[in-house]
């Protein structure tokens, strides 16, 4: 039986609109990035930038993608799938292609395990479920998702009404939040310091 503090909760969820993440925040493109059949993403870093990288696999392959640019910057469309799957893996990990080829990367998705639910300075990411199984992302400022209207410390950022929501989170350097669905991949990003573009 649902509370009466549980049905406040799910309504203030269901009457919140997708809205923009809020400043420092910006999305990496003006549209999310289609990926047939995502199985999952992880993180790592260019060894060369510094920028966070998103390593997505998917049924047609791996693809690699800057955090910051939104740029495909490596790609297998055949990978071994004896050693390529997270699900081969104990840690479900794949390994890297492009610039961070040779290193093991964690994939959280359709196998399981998960990305990093908030940051050190205080942004949370949530995923709450008022209208099952149509997940909504919400991202917090102070871990205040449960508190007060929508735009205030906390901000309907993704709604997965279309397709599977695989995962959601931060990379570990916390300046980049990815939702990945079954379909797409939706990628923010910050500045790694106040005032820089």
């Given at each position: ?13 269901l ?7 809020p ?113 909504r ?45 079954s ?15």
């Amino acid at each position: 039986m649902i509370t009466e503090h549980q049905q406040r909760l799910r309504d203030r969820y269901l009457a919140a609109p997708v809205m923009p993440a809020p400043a420092p925040w910006r999305p990496v493109l003006d549209r999310t990035t289609p990926i047939g059949g995502l199985l999952g993403i992880g993180f790592a870093v260019h060894p060369d930038t510094g920028h966070d990288l998103v390593m997505v696999v998917s049924h047609d392959g791996h693809g690699l993608f800057d955090a910051v640019t939104g740029r495909k910057i490596a790609r297998d469309r055949d990978p071994d799938l004896a050693t390529s799957t997270p699900d081969a893996h104990p840690d479900l990990a794949c390994p890297g292609i492009g610039p961070v080829d040779g290193t093991e990367i964690r994939v959280a998705g359709l196998f399981g395990g998960g990305l990093h639910s908030t940051t050190a300075d205080g942004w949370t990411v949530d995923v709450v479920s008022p209208d099952w199984p149509h997940d909504r992302v919400l991202l917090s400022a102070d871990g205040g998702a449960n508190k007060g209207a929508a735009g205030g410390t906390w901000w309907h950022v993704f709604h997965s009404a279309h397709a599977e929501l695989r995962t959601a989170g931060f990379s570990p350097s916390g300046l980049t939040l990815a939702v990945a669905t079954s379909s797409d991949l939706t990628l923010w990003t910050r500045p790694r310091f106040p005032g820089d573009g």
